[in-house]
């Protein structure tokens, strides 16, 4: 079986001009769905950043001073 695909890969292949343009406008459109996904991402991101912001604000406003932790005296023997 291994042999077979080293013989498929040496092979030589042959595309035509119009294989070639749909290969290259395939890959164009597939490129093109790709910068929107990042674009929707890059929105995603900034939403997320936004909101973080805001709940760190919010806890913020609503912590007290801090307390100090008790910490227990030793005995003495």
């Given amino acids: 079986m291994k042999n077979i695909i080293l013989i498929d890969f040496m ?10 343009e749909k290969l290259i406008y395939t890959q164009l459109e597939n490129l093109n769905v790709q910068g929107e996904h990042i674009d929707l991402i890059k929105k995603q991101n900034e ?5 973080n912001h805001k709940l760190i604000d919010e806890l913020s406003d609503k912590v007290n001073e801090p307390k100090p932790y008790p910490i227990p005296k030793r005995r003495r023997k």
């Fill in 11 to 20: 092979t030589k292949l042959r595309y035509t001009k119009a294989d070639l």
């Fill in 47 to 51: 939403l997320l950043v936004k909101y």
